[in-house]
């Protein structure tokens, strides 16, 4: 498949024909469309918070001064650790047990093994909202506080089926014969996952990463049920506290300049990992 | 070595390599997997037939009542009639526009890569934040659609999309679809580009038109691409809650209150945790059903091609 891809990068553009030129038309006009409300989001962000002329015309004022708002109105640097804590420690142990978990399930060829791939896989269809209720019972009744942990103690779990799915796709393609190999070298259970399997699961665990850091990052539900003290919020969360200021059209740049600044973290790590991005996500569906 | 000969001899038709041993490495998955999902579930249904409020827990049970009470006054079907309709919005729209999006940007185009951006982006943004936008962007009088009518010689005063009973829900369906439909598109354009060119090429050989070789090797090379997406998209669109929660609370009326926005307010705003639960039980065997006949349907059909 990869040769593949550079053989047709390497092909000659198609000729401007009119049928070719359509094609740029309806692109271009699309495009246009889909991102039209992100250019004028971002346009307006730049405008000062008293400024109530239209934001239809698109960046005819230069300042910081709703992102400074915004940036303190958030506690941005507060919220941005809490979602980076969240985010980063739930994709460590999600990659780690999920890893673990796939291994059997990919390996054995057997009853129990190909039983517990779909018992995994069944919880893709539950909704978080559908079991809220058992699940906060579930907490208290275990004595778990509202700390930063207990949503995170969720992102892992509804990260389970689809990294579990995910990797017992990607083990078919990790050779049984490496491992055969390593365990006459005398390597233990272990060893052979640690240092065999895992390394050559590499392209699973980008696209694990990306898929799950990304609803992860994005989520607000979990947080919003479990966390109370405004100091543990994380970005998402804190994006929630303003959804009074929709009703009041004077707090629309700073609220404009809040929204970027929130997905600002995303969209930076987007631009520079654009290749793995686009693969990772695809990976995750079409490997699987 | 001798240790791993016995365990092979015992049973049969496995190799020493891959013993029952590796069994263990799915203990603490499995550990988050019951205690934080499973167990909830299976709690639902003993939660269903109580009157728990949530925070007293000297709750009775009542028996059937909290199912008796959701289906007579009719929140259930409710919710259930704008949750399917939510989920064929997204699956119909976010599948075609996907897949449109994929056909075009498959071509030997310039730019693709940019267009491909553009396409994505939406689906960077968290759901409250998206929210934020389309709110924005629906608000009557000064928003984005109403001041382009408005600039149009249109009327754009009387544009309110979610304060309107008949369109508020097609008015949210479309925001999931525009952030969804990106990822949708990359799927499909990873699928694509499984397509071998030279089957391509011998239809054009023939003299197959572009729309021909799109329905006839295309579409049909990649049906399970098409599967795996409508599948990803019927669970997102059943498990509709982010924009009814954040861009109309539910309304106007009962006009958006999706089984799982309904389910949360009967739990946190109303406190009738039992009476949640029993929404939640129902819930869980719609959805079971129609993943089931999915995935029976959708088998079905590959095996026919």
Redesign the interface.
């Known amino acids: 498949?990869k040769l593949?891809?550079t053989q047709?990068e390497k092909?000659?553009?198609?000729k401007m024909t009119p049928k070719?030129f359509l094609?740029?038309v309806?692109?271009v006009v699309?495009?246009l469309i889909?991102?039209?409300?992100?250019i004028?989001?971002f346009s307006s962000s730049f405008r000062i918070p008293e400024n109530q002329t239209?934001?239809?015309y698109l960046f005819t004022q230069f300042s910081l001064e709703s992102y400074k708002r915004a940036f303190v109105n958030m506690n941005y640097p507060q919220e941005f650790l809490n979602s980076l804590i969240t985010t980063g420690g739930s994709v460590l142990v999600v990659v780690?047990?999920?890893t673990?978990?796939a291994?059997?399930?990919g390996?054995?060829k057997?009853k129990?093994a190909r039983f517990?791939y779909y018992f995994?896989i069944s919880?893709?269809?539950?909704?978080?909202?559908?079991?809220?209720?058992?699940?906060?019972?579930?907490m208290s009744r275990m004595h778990i506080p509202n700390t930063r942990l207990t949503p995170m103690?969720?992102f892992?779990?509804?990260s389970?089926?689809f990294s579990?799915f995910l990797y017992a796709g990607f083990m078919k393609s990790v050779p049984?014969e490496i491992?055969?190999s390593a365990?006459l070298d005398g390597a233990g259970?272990w060893q052979r996952?640690s240092k065999v399997v895992f390394p050559l699961l590499k392209p699973a665990t980008v696209s694990t990463v990306i898929t799950q850091g990304?609803w992860i990052?994005?989520?607000?539900?979990y947080p919003m049920v479990f966390i109370s003290k405004k100091d543990q919020y994380s970005?998402?969360v804190g994006?929630?506290q303003?959804?009074g200021d929709?009703e009041n059209?004077a707090q629309?740049n700073v609220?404009?300049a809040s929204?970027i600044l929130?997905?600002l973290p995303?969209?930076i790590i987007?631009m520079l990992l654009?290749k793995q991005f686009?693969n990772g996500?695809?990976?995750g569906?079409?490997k699987g | 070595m001798t240790t791993e000969a016995r365990t092979g001899k015992k049973d049969k038709n496995?190799?020493?390599?891959?013993?029952?041993?590796?069994?263990f490495?799915?203990i603490?998955?499995?550990a988050?997997?019951l205690?934080?999902?499973?167990?909830?579930?299976l709690?639902?249904f003993y939660?269903s037939i109580t009157n728990f409020n949530?925070i007293n827990y000297h709750y009775d049970f009542v028996g059937m009542k909290n199912y008796v009470k959701i289906f007579q006054n009719g929140t259930i079907l409710n919710s259930v009639k704008i949750t399917l309709i939510y989920a064929v919005i997204i699956v119909v729209l976010s599948n075609l526009i996907g897949l449109g999006?994929a056909l075009?940007?498959n071509?030997?185009?310039?730019g693709k890569?940019i267009?491909?951006?553009?396409?994505?982006?939406?689906?960077?943004?968290?759901?409250?934040?998206v929210g934020?936008?389309?709110?924005?962007?629906y608000m009557p009088t000064?928003g984005?659609i109403a001041?382009?009518l408005t600039?149009a010689g249109l009327d754009g005063t009387s544009f309110n999309p979610l304060g309107s009973f008949q369109w508020a829900l097609f008015a949210i369906a479309l925001v999931e679809v525009?952030k969804s439909f990106g990822?949708t598109m990359?799927?499909y354009?990873?699928?694509l580009?499984?397509v071998d060119?030279s089957l391509l090429e011998a239809g054009r050989i023939d003299g197959c038109t572009e729309w021909q070789l799109i329905k006839m090797v295309k579409i049909p090379l990649i049906y399970p691409?098409i599967t795996?997406?409508v599948i990803?998209s019927v669970?997102a669109g059943?498990?509709a809650?982010d924009f009814s929660f954040?861009m109309t609370n539910g309304g106007p009326g009962k006009s958006t209150k999706t089984?799982?926005?309904q389910?949360?307010e009967i739990?946190f705003n109303d406190q009738k945790?039992g009476r949640?639960?029993a929404f939640?039980v129902v819930?869980?065997f719609l959805?079971?059903m129609i993943?089931v006949l999915m995935l029976f349907f959708m088998n079905k059909k590959e095996v026919e091609l």
Not at chain 1, 34 to 38: D, G, H, K, N, R
Not at chain 1, 217 to 221: A, E, I, P
């Open positions: 498949m593949h891809h047709t092909e000659s553009y198609e070719v094609i740029y309806l692109i699309f495009c889909v991102i039209s409300p992100l004028i989001v239209s934001p239809l780690l047990f999920a673990m978990a291994y059997p399930i390996r054995i057997a129990p517990l995994f919880g893709l269809v539950i909704p978080s909202q559908m079991v809220i209720v058992p699940i906060a019972q579930t103690l969720m892992i779990t509804c389970m089926p579990v049984v491992e055969e365990y259970l996952f990304l990052w994005n989520d607000y539900f970005l998402p994006m929630i303003f959804l929709k059209p629309w609220l404009f929204c929130c997905a995303l969209i987007f654009q686009i996500i695809a990976a569906a079409v | 496995r190799s020493p390599v891959f013993t029952n041993k590796m069994y490495f799915t603490p998955a499995l988050f997997f205690v934080f999902w499973i167990f909830p579930v709690q639902l939660y949530g999006a075009l940007l071509t030997r185009i310039r890569g267009f491909r951006t553009c396409a994505y982006f939406p689906a960077l943004f968290s759901a409250i934040v934020f936008i389309w709110s924005y962007v000064s984005m001041s382009l600039m525009w990822t990359i799927i354009l990873a699928g580009q499984t060119e691409t795996i997406n990803l669970i059943l498990k809650f954040i089984l799982m926005f389910i949360y739990a945790m949640a639960s939640s819930a869980f959805i079971i993943t």
